[in-house]
């Protein structure tokens, strides 16, 4: 255990390093975006009522945890690849997880800001106030595991250029296909149904009832979803990183 | 032996055999050269050491131990420099190392006295503060060396350490390679670079399609060339370089390619052929000529061809020449 936190703090470094540059940039652009989502699908729905503010403010952050998972990471993973970095990687002595929860902590930790500054915007642009429950730290990571496990899975298991259209989709669905900004209850029964299996609506469902408790308390059920899509996902990762030709 | 290798075999699916019954050792404080054409099986072979490619068949122990049963094992106790170039980007060569010293097991304090001691060694220092994507190819590539040789572990592996570095540099590179060597490490190098790496190594392997095809120290290696040296002449046409190819007092057929002649004579000739060459010259017939003794990347194309088979050069034997 030792050999992993040692290691663990040392990709961190060289990560931190690595991506010092480009953090910035990316801290901005997370922060917009999820403010964006909340001002912007207000324009879409011209009347709000409180569950439609209620879904747009706690959906925002969950489309820049999802967007930092599903999206940026496949596609980091697959110019990695490209660029003969997973190959040096795979030869260093450090543990795969160790490695992948580096690389998963500062992408999940440039996350953070725009998820807060989403909530920020929604209680100013909607008049809205929750019941947070403290519970929202566990959802909070939770989602993260879900979306980063699913998401290096994605950028590992499939071809460079594959994953970059895999993780266009992604984005698009969460924005826009899934019940993560509104309730399931506006898609076809069909589609309702097919996202009973997808991870998006236990995401959105894990952030907003722990944002703002309903009065038959937190459930257990997204919790559950969410652990076994992000173990699912890693293990298929850690398959192919340990995997040998 | 720290590393012994026995009858390693490597098969891909597509069926290519990238080693073929493969055996070697290397014991602590020995460099060992591989040699070999791109293709060789090179690169196949590091990467079955470090746990990162299973063989076929054959066994392979570091230390006694294991590197396929227990892949995290060999990956503490190898230091690999891999053949691509390191990712840099955003890091500096002083970043790099020290990182890369300590991930690999090294202390704080060592890590950096390390450091110093490698970008001081490689005089690396004008660009130790630079990020990796400012720097040259060959910075690049010393900085990947110092990386795997900071802390090498007991057995440390380079992959052409020497491409796109300059000169002086692959001097200094070879002499941190022997240091290592005298720290007690068991040394691989892979290279291209057949005569320079002579000066690092003590002993050789030279593959060729998955196979060894000669073993041993430079000077076993070199065997019978040993007493012998090699004329080469530039002729002044082709026809003239022909027939002078028959002319010389040889021990071996000449090899001719255009207008160059090389030839290996007996070190008791050299003084008759070298006033014969001089004669040759003085006549027109030849632009220039020299006498070396006979270099390893000699006795490497004997063994195991040039690149393309014969290329242009032709073997011609004197007798037919003679006439």
């Given at each position: 255990m030792r050999h992993w936190l040692r290691s663990y703090s040392l990709l961190l470094k060289w990560t931190i390093l690595r991506l010092r540059t480009t953090l910035p940039f990316m801290f901005i652009v997370q922060t917009l975006m999820a403010a964006g989502i909340v001002l912007g699908f207000a324009f879409l729905i011209p009347t709000h009522d409180r569950v439609t503010a209620l879904y747009l403010s706690t959906g925002a952050p969950t489309v820049a945890l999802i967007t930092v998972g599903m999206v940026l990471i496949p596609q980091m993973v697959a110019q990695q690849k490209l660029r003969g970095l997973f190959d040096y990687q795979r030869a260093m002595p450090v543990p795969r997880l160790a490695m992948l929860a580096a690389d998963a902590t500062v992408w999940v930790a440039v996350a953070l800001p725009g998820m807060v500054a989403a909530l920020v915007v929604a209680t100013l642009r909607f008049d809205i106030s929750f019941a947070v429950s403290p519970l929202v730290v566990p959802a909070v990571l939770l989602v993260a595991l879900g979306a980063v496990g699913i998401g290096y899975g994605i950028g590992y298991a499939a071809k460079p250029e594959l994953a970059g259209i895999i993780s266009n989709m992604i984005i698009i669905m969460a924005l826009m296909f899934a019940p993560v900004n509104y309730p399931a209850e506006r898609l076809p029964d069909w589609f309702a149904a097919v996202h009973q299996w997808l991870p998006f609506q236990y995401m959105a469902q894990a952030m907003r009832e722990t944002i703002d408790v309903p009065a038959t308390g937190v459930p257990a059920l997204p919790f559950l979803v969410l652990a076994a899509w992000g173990l699912a996902g890693l293990a298929v990762t850690a398959r192919i990183m340990t995997r040998r030709a | 032996m720290l590393l012994e290798i026995d009858g390693l075999t490597k098969m891909y699916k597509k069926g290519a055999r990238a080693n073929d019954d493969i055996s070697l050792e290397v014991d602590a404080g020995q460099v060992l050269g591989l040699l070999g054409h791109n293709g060789a099986g090179k690169t196949t072979l590091l990467n079955q050491v470090v746990g990162l490619v299973k063989p076929t068949s054959g066994t392979i122990r570091i230390d006694g131990r294991d590197p396929v049963a227990d892949p995290a094992m060999a990956r503490r106790v190898c230091a690999l420099q891999p053949q691509a170039q390191a990712p840099l980007t955003g890091i500096t060569p002083r970043q790099a190392i020290e990182t890369m010293a300590r991930i690999r097991g090294a202390s704080r304090q060592r890590a950096r006295q390390r450091t110093d001691e490698l970008i001081e060694a490689l005089?690396?220092?004008?660009?130790?503060?630079?990020?990796?994507?400012?720097?040259?190819?060959?910075?690049?590539?010393?900085?990947?060396?110092?990386?795997?040789a900071a802390e090498p572990g007991r057995v440390v592996m380079f992959d052409e350490p020497t491409n796109d570095v300059d000169p002086v540099r692959r001097r200094l590179l070879w002499e941190q390679v022997r240091a290592l060597g005298a720290a007690g490490v068991a040394v691989v190098l892979v290279t291209h670079n057949v005569i320079e790496a002579e000066r690092a190594v003590q002993r050789l392997v030279i593959l060729d399609q998955g196979r060894v095809v000669a073993h041993g120290t430079p000077a076993e290696l070199r065997g019978q060339d040993a007493d012998r040296l090699r004329l080469?002449?530039?002729?002044?046409?082709?026809?003239?370089?022909?027939?002078?190819?028959?002319?010389?007092?040889?021990?071996?057929?000449?090899?001719?390619?255009?207008?160059?002649?090389?030839?290996?004579?007996?070190?008791?000739?050299?003084?008759?052929?070298?006033?014969?060459?001089?004669?040759?010259?003085?006549?027109?017939?030849?632009?220039?000529?020299?006498?070396?003794?006979?270099?390893?990347?000699?006795?490497?194309?004997?063994?195991?061809?040039?690149?393309?088979?014969?290329?242009?050069?032709?073997?011609?034997?004197?007798?037919?020449?003679?006439?």
């Open positions: - | 005089e690396l220092a004008p660009w130790a503060s630079t990020v990796g994507e400012k720097l040259s190819g060959g910075v690049q590539r010393l900085t990947a060396f110092c990386m795997a080469e002449v530039v002729a002044a046409d082709e026809p003239t370089a022909h027939r002078l190819a028959g002319d010389v007092d040889a021990v071996e057929p000449a090899v001719v390619a255009g207008r160059r002649v090389a030839v290996p004579i007996a070190t008791g000739t050299a003084t008759a052929t070298l006033a014969w060459a001089q004669e040759q010259r003085d006549a027109g017939r030849v632009d220039e000529f020299s006498v070396t003794p006979v270099s390893l990347e000699d006795v490497y194309i004997r063994l195991v061809g040039t690149e393309n088979g014969a290329d242009a050069t032709e073997e011609v034997g004197h007798a037919a020449l003679a006439a």
